[in-house]
């Protein structure tokens, strides 16, 4: 049992730091186009989750439309 769990959380912290990463590098880039300085929140998207989770072979799609 604490071996899966340990697995598991192991897991889960790796995804959310590539997401973390990914989420970084985003704001970096839109940062450089509009040269704005203030206070720097990490927004996390899903996209951001999308990129963490394709490196390790989870697929997310959205739906193609939302009600």
Do not use: W
Request: charged share 30%.
């Amino acid at each position: 049992k604490r071996l899966l769990a340990l697995a598991a959380q192991k897991f889960v912290s790796d995804i959310a730091a590539d997401a973390l990463h990914y989420c970084k590098v985003r704001q970096q880039a839109t940062q450089s186009k509009d040269k704005k300085t203030g206070a720097k929140k990490n927004v996390l998207t899903m996209e951001d989750l999308s990129g963490a989770l394709a490196e390790y072979g989870v697929n997310v799609k959205r739906p193609e439309y939302y009600i």
